[in-house]
């Protein structure tokens, strides 16, 4: 997406952060995760069993694949080619990660991309300017707070491939029954293993509702923390960053800031040791021959991507 005769973008490191709001930033961000955690084994013998831990880490895994591998790498950034069976399954599978139905997050996602961290991005923490107030305030709309909004991104501007696709049309249609089922299999499966009732209702709890906000906070972090702090490495057009903190939460999309510098990349961790899960399984599913026409990085093209030193 051009923007005409516009400016030249900002300078990436023009000034930064006072070091109040750098830390608040890592509070808003880590403080419920790290509780979350702790609240594990305080339960333990309590609420929590070993068959809740697995259905909570399968059905994580299950539906964080879905969107980074499925709405993000393949559906909005088309960064590889997938056989109709992969591409439903990691539709559905993304869909059950309760972000929103297909279109919205890939339409909200392709409009990040065409203004990232400029007037028009959906989720900029950037969009109230740099005083330390502003990007208290900039951290809470980027990570939760535009989910709020209610004018909806153009589905025919930003995502006219999949209403043109009958399969997505009907996992779209599909997203309030796919939510049930993604809240709603979990306590089946933990009620019949158990046979009982109690172990429905921990399975609801762990596996449902908490593997849910797990998985929604790391999402959004990707937005607010992959923004605001981080390395960039790579010449992107926007202040987006790398965080290693997240890599295996987020699937390795927390290799941000080299996603922006190549956003049809379909790996983001590219650096030595830079962990990159999604990239990993999009690999299996080319060696299964499920998938093709992978865009894997080459030396040439990390070379030219590289951030220019000033
Ligand atoms: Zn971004
Ligand atoms: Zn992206």
Not at 58 to 85: E, K, Q
Not at 87 to 99: E, K, N, T
Not at 177 to 182: A, D, W
Not at 215 to 230: E, P, R
């Amino acid at each position: 997406m051009t923007s005409g005769t516009a400016a030249p973008p900002a300078d990436l490191s023009d000034h930064r952060r006072h070091i109040a709001p750098h830390v608040m930033v890592y509070l808003f961000a880590f403080v419920p995760f790290v509780a979350l955690v702790a609240a594990v084994p305080l339960a333990w013998g309590w609420g929590l069993t070993w068959l809740d831990v697995g259905l909570t880490a399968g059905f994580y895994v299950l539906t964080m694949l879905g969107v980074t591998v499925g709405f993000h790498r393949y559906f909005t950034h088309g960064a590889f080619r997938a056989r109709r069976g992969l591409r439903i399954a990691l539709a559905v599978a993304g869909s059950m990660a309760v972000q929103g139905p297909i279109r919205h997050w890939v339409a909200d996602h392709r409009r990040h991309h065409a203004f990232a961290d400029k007037e028009g991005d959906p989720h900029s923490p950037w969009a109230f300017g740099t005083s330390p107030v502003a990007l208290v305030r900039g951290f809470w709309h980027a990570h939760m707070g535009w989910i709020f909004e209610r004018s909806l991104t153009n589905q025919r501007r930003f995502t006219p491939d999949l209403l043109d696709d009958a399969d997505m049309r009907a996992v779209h249609r599909w997203f309030t029954p796919l939510t049930v089922i993604s809240l709603g299999a979990p306590p089946l499966i933990g009620g019949l293993v158990s046979w009982s009732w109690w172990g429905a209702l921990t399975a609801f709890f762990w596996a449902s509702l908490v593997r849910v906000g797990l998985s929604h906070h790391v999402a959004w972090s990707t937005n607010s923390i992959c923004h605001l702090v981080g390395e960039r490495p790579w010449s992107a057009r926007d202040r987006s960053t790398n965080v290693w903190l997240l890599a295996i939460p987020s699937m390795g999309e927390s290799w941000h800031n080299l996603h922006h510098a190549d956003p049809t990349s379909a790996r983001h961790g590219v650096g030595r040791g830079q962990l990159d899960i999604s990239a990993r399984t999009i690999w299996l599913f080319e060696k299964l021959g499920w998938a093709s026409h992978v865009k894997w990085p080459t030396a040439r093209r990390l070379e030219r991507l590289a951030a220019r030193v000033s």
